[in-house]
């Protein structure tokens, strides 16, 4: 079955005109991030990625964000490696001054030969600390695959730019 794109265009465009729309005093952060996981399905396969996020604050308490990597499956119970590169985009939410929400969605492209494009989506809870370390438990999905859903606690630390 071949999902449509169509949704994933338009989240991009939103958040384009969201960035647009925003003031100049809300900098662009980048946050370099690592995640370790576990698959949620039987064989239930290790995960671990790294990934590069930029973030837009769009006001005081949300955040349009970019977040590409590297998402690696490993292998087990028969099961072989997979290798994902993942380009989302989405929002954070700050409910309270340093607890917030995010939800992204977008392709993640295989590097496994075989493997095409996924739609992926994530959501997560984190806490970003003021020195600029962020800890979060995120649950991720790449929808055209059985064994490729896991949830991972993802380290980062972030800098202006």
């Known amino acids: 079955m071949k999902r449509s794109m169509k949704p994933l265009y338009a989240l991009v465009i939103i958040c384009f005109l969201a960035i647009s729309a925003s ?10 991030g690592v995640a370790g996981g576990m698959g949620t399905k039987d064989p239930n396969p290790f995960v671990l990625g790294g990934d ?7 006001g005081n308490s949300v955040s349009a964000i970019f977040t590409t ?14 290798g994902f590169v993942p380009v989302k985009a989405g929002f954070k939410v700050f409910p309270t001054k340093n607890f917030y929400f995010n939800a992204e969605a ?15 989506w994530s ?29 991972a606690l993802r380290l980062a630390y972030g800098f202006k730019l």
């Open 123 to 151: 959501p997560a809870l984190g806490f970003a600390f003021g020195s600029g370390w962020d800890i979060s438990v995120k649950y991720e999905e790449f929808t055209k695959y059985d064994y490729t859903k896991q949830v």
């Open 106 to 120: 977008g392709a993640g492209f295989g590097t496994t030969k075989g493997l095409g494009t996924s739609f992926v």
């Open 69 to 82: 990597g590297y998402t690696h499956f490993f292998k087990k119970d028969g099961v072989s490696s997979l």
């Open 23 to 32: 003031a100049q005093k809300y900098p662009w952060r980048l946050g370099i």
């Open 52 to 58: 590069l996020r930029f973030q837009k604050g769009l």
